[in-house]
């Protein structure tokens, strides 16, 4: 079981950085217009009024926030989705434009409602989220498949389950790597998904409800589904994998956690940038890990997301 990794084995992400290696992943799935308050004290629980010093709007998104890590990570990335022609839909695109993520493919549809979140951090850095799925077409035929063979790797969330079987298939059949955010949804959407996945990263409660447990032995049982590598993030916990028949272990690094809102999306987004240059998947997990503990030191889902050489910088300093 592993708990590091050789520095080493990053330098392919070094010529990420320098632009030597061109790194290109298209993010698939949710965006959101997340509304966050930040209160000063942990949740107590129960009815209460609670009073904000703090309330701001972001966006947000498993893969939307995971589209946004990979491009301030330094890689080209495009977002294709769906939202909206309303005001949080044009919001949420500008804002994505403004981060260099490619939007020609992010969908504004004139009679669809746009996905809206409430998030509300308390002092320890833990949030509660409320989420509005937003109303438009499950339809994927638009999706330009074309341009798949341009991508080095492609991730989906599983809130657009055509689209992410759509692109999916598409990248099996030109040998690009699939990866899965997998937090929680239906067991027939996973049933469907899962066949079609390279790398499915579960969060706690995803796999939970899907495997009956998220103890290790459960990512062994879903290796069935012919997924390279099957793992859960856990948090403070790090991470487990299996691969291969064997089970692994990345630990967290340790920071001083600030808001935890989106680190899930963010180590996902981190994840395939690293498989799509190359790496191996004990380094892809170290990086990821690190590149989430990072954005944990900062408010806000996308707040605090590291630089390529950034990130490396920090694991050469710990442990």
């Known amino acids: ?11 392919a992400l070094a010529d ?17 217009l997340d509304q966050v308050w930040r209160v000063d004290r942990p949740f107590a629980g129960g009815s209460e009024k609670i009073k904000a010093v703090e309330y701001g709007t972001l966006g947000g998104g498993m893969a939307a926030n995971a589209g946004v890590a990979v491009a301030k990570l330094g890689a080209s990335v495009a977002f294709w989705g769906r939202a909206g022609n309303d005001a949080a839909g044009q919001e949420m695109k500008s804002a994505f434009a403004a981060e260099g993520v490619d939007v020609e493919n992010f969908r ?8 809206v979140s409430g998030v509300i951090v308390d002092s320890s ?20 498949l074309d341009a798949v063979a341009h991508a080095s790797s492609v991730l989906a969330d599983p809130r657009w389950v055509e689209g992410a079987a759509t692109l999916f298939r598409e990248a099996r059949s030109r040998g690009i790597p699939t990866v899965l955010d997998g937090d929680v949804a239906d067991p ?11 790398h499915a990263i579960f969060s706690e409660p995803a796999l ?5 447990s998220a103890k290790d032995e459960s990512l062994a049982a879903l290796a069935r589904f012919g997924c390279r590598v099957v793992a859960v993030t856990r948090g403070e916990d790090g991470v ?20 935890t809102t989106g680190a899930g999306d963010v ?22 890990a690190a590149t989430a503990a990072m954005k944990c030191r900062h408010p806000g889902g996308r707040n605090g997301i590291p630089t390529i050489n950034e990130c490396l910088v920090f694991m050469r300093t710990k442990p």
Request: net charge negative.
């Open 240 to 259: 487990s994998w299996h691969e291969s028949g064997h089970l692994h272990r990345q630990a967290a690094y340790a920071v001083d956690v600030v808001d």
């Open 208 to 212: 939970t409800a899907f495997a009956g």
């Open 108 to 115: 504004l549809f004139p009679e669809g409602r746009s996905s």
């Open 188 to 198: 027939d959407v996973f049933e469907r998904l899962l066949p079609l996945t390279d």
């Open 1 to 11: 079981m592993s708990a590091s990794v050789n520095i080493g084995n990053l330098s």
């Open 125 to 144: 850095g833990e949030r509660q989220i409320v989420n509005f799925r937003g109303l438009f077409p499950e339809a994927a035929d638009w999706l330009p």
């Open 267 to 288: 180590f996902h987004g981190a994840y395939a940038l690293a498989i799509g240059a190359g790496l191996n998947v004990r380094a892809a997990m170290a990086f990821s």
């Open 16 to 32: 990420v950085a320098s632009k030597a290696k061109p790194v290109h992943v298209i993010c698939l799935g949710l965006s959101a």
